[in-house]
């Protein structure tokens, strides 16, 4: 059975990767980019960085709540 606790922390997990996944959705319209050294492309690495992160951290916690931890 699946905990008040896991669930509400998926759910703080889910809104941390909606707010940085609009983030870097408005950093790419707002054309805020910087030359990445390496490959001479524009990007937002700070921004898609911090997604990544997010996107991670919320499959962990969705993992809990499959295990019913």
Do not use: F, N, P
Request: glycine share 4%; net charge positive.
């Amino acid at each position: 059975m699946i905990k008040d606790q896991t669930l509400d922390e998926a759910i703080i997990e889910i809104a941390r990767t909606l707010k940085a996944l609009k983030k870097l959705r408005a950093a790419r319209k707002l054309g805020t980019l910087a030359l990445h050294d390496m490959t001479g492309r524009y990007s937002t690495v700070a921004e898609h960085a911090a997604a990544k992160r997010a996107s991670l951290d919320l499959t962990r916690k969705l993992a809990d709540l499959r295990q019913g931890r």
